[in-house]
């Protein structure tokens, strides 16, 4: 890698060039010349998952943060390789007019969906599990377990925004928008 700059306490790694090219893009059966919806991603994601060869030099794990590295960006699709420190929670957000999916490849995390009515919606995803989202859909990803864990996401169209949700000491819930470029964290109460 090139080089690395520093946001909040997150690294973003951008390779010199895209880790994944046009060649290498173009063999992973996708979709061409729109925008992809999130079973269309989720394929996406798993083809990628197979594929190690491909990301595999950027799984790096540091005990005090989590690390992201844009594998891929083009007109219609951003690919993140994330290795996630012991405990780190993204917190709730939502990904502005982005569909996603993600996929783990080794240790595991845990999904939440927001609920108003009651607890979150939850599950527990090893390495081998993939799931998609909506644009509409509200979610917090958080490590578990003791082992380090890698995922890859994949984003159409491209991430540029996300929403940061956060409870005030009030109880009224609060969007914040926020760049792609800066780290999620969980912020305030969890709820
Ligand atoms: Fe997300």
Redesign the pocket.
């Known amino acids: 890698m090139s080089s690395t700059s520093q946001h909040s306490s997150g690294t973003i790694a951008r390779p010199p060039r895209p880790a994944i090219g046009p060649s290498e893009l173009a063999r992973i059966p996708h979709p061409r010349g729109r925008d992809l919806a999130g079973d269309e991603l989720q394929a996406f994601v798993i083809e990628l998952a197979e594929r190690p060869e491909l990301w595999i030099d950027f799984v790096h794990h540091n005990t005090t943060q989590r690390l992201y590295t844009e594998l891929l960006s083009d007109r219609h699709l951003t690919a993140w390789l994330i290795c996630w420190m012991d405990e780190y929670d993204?917190g709730f957000?939502d990904?502005d007019v982005s569909a996603?999916a993600v996929a783990v490849v080794s240790g595991s995390v845990r999904e939440e969906r927001l609920r108003i009515d009651g607890p979150p919606r939850d599950r527990a995803l090893r390495a081998g599990d993939s799931f998609h989202f909506s644009a509409a859909d509200i979610?917090r990803?958080r490590h578990t377990g003791v082992d380090p864990a890698v995922t890859l996401h994949v984003y159409s169209p491209p991430l540029l925004h996300m929403g940061a949700y956060v409870v005030g000491e009030d109880g009224v819930l609060a969007r914040h928008p926020m760049s792609h470029r800066e780290e999620l964290r969980q912020l305030g109460n969890p709820r």
């Open positions: 993204t957000h990904h996603g979610h990803v």
